[in-house]
């Protein structure tokens, strides 16, 4: 199995331009999570979509960030417009059913916004 | 709402040796699952061990194992034969079913040791 693919690897935009992250979970997987990672908050959920339905974006900043979900192996979150403070590195992960929770992540994007 | 506590922001290990990191978790949940990560350089989490709450038996997975005190609220991970690949940073995490039995899927996850290990 190929794991839970993000794209980009890394991103370097300048402020007010759009951003699109890009993640393909395990096959299989029903369950996908949106993560950001920063020094001074560690990990946050951003949000979460079970069966491709977002059950929570409570953690979603701001209305500049979006979420979608357009079938079972295949999700966006974007940024419009981009800010210095989004800076961060954005998690994907994937799990299935919900019995023993095991999520697994991606490699991450780090996103730089100048 | 639940919290994950690691007291110690660094830790250091010779290589062969044992180390200890610690979280403490707060929760009025009587059912769930604690996690340690691992978190290299590559930026890649990767699960390390899983513990259930209702099992009384402390998870073992070869050198890593864990202490899991439940009235205490206490989830420490052991090391054991420290090797310089474990040089990552370590999140312990927490996900809990709540009172309709449902499983939510949040993980919390505490702010991280990063362990380092000396030749």
């Known amino acids: 199995d190929a794991g839970v693919i993000q794209s980009p690897r890394h991103e370097v935009t300048e402020m007010g331009q759009e951003v699109t992250l890009r993640c393909k979970p395990i096959?299989?997987?029903?369950?996908l999570f949106w993560y950001r990672q920063t020094m001074m908050r560690g990990l946050e959920l951003l949000i979460y979509?079970?069966?491709?339905?977002?059950?929570?974006d409570s953690g979603m900043p701001e209305d500049r960030f979006s979420a979608k979900m357009p079938n079972a192996s295949f999700s966006t979150l974007k940024i419009q417009p981009s800010e210095p403070r989004d800076s961060a590195v954005y998690f994907c992960?994937?799990?299935?059913?919900?019995?023993?929770?095991?999520?697994?992540f991606g490699a991450g994007t780090r996103l730089s916004v100048l | 709402a639940q919290t994950v506590t690691q007291s110690q922001p660094e830790m250091s290990v010779q290589e062969a040796e044992t180390v200890t990191l610690s979280c403490t978790y707060d929760?009025?949940?009587?059912?769930?699952?604690l996690f340690w990560y691992k978190q290299p350089p590559s930026r890649q989490m990767i699960l390390v061990i899983r513990?259930?709450?209702?099992?009384?038996q402390n998870a073992t997975e070869n050198r890593f194992s864990v202490n899991f005190q439940k009235a205490a609220k206490s989830f420490s991970l052991k090391i054991s034969d420290s090797q310089l690949g474990d040089a990552a940073m370590y999140f312990c995490?927490?996900?809990?079913?709540?009172?309709?039995?449902?499983?939510?899927?949040?993980?919390?996850f505490g702010q991280g040791t990063i362990l380092t290990v000396h030749p």
């Open positions: 929760t009025s949940e009587s059912d769930y699952y």
């Open positions: 979509f079970n069966n491709n339905v977002p059950i929570d």
């Open positions: 995490a927490y996900w809990g079913i709540n009172a309709g039995g449902t499983s939510y899927g949040k993980l919390t």
């Open positions: 513990q259930e709450a209702y099992k009384q």
């Open positions: 096959s299989g997987h029903n369950s």
């Open positions: 992960a994937s799990r299935r059913g919900r019995a023993k929770n095991i999520q697994y």
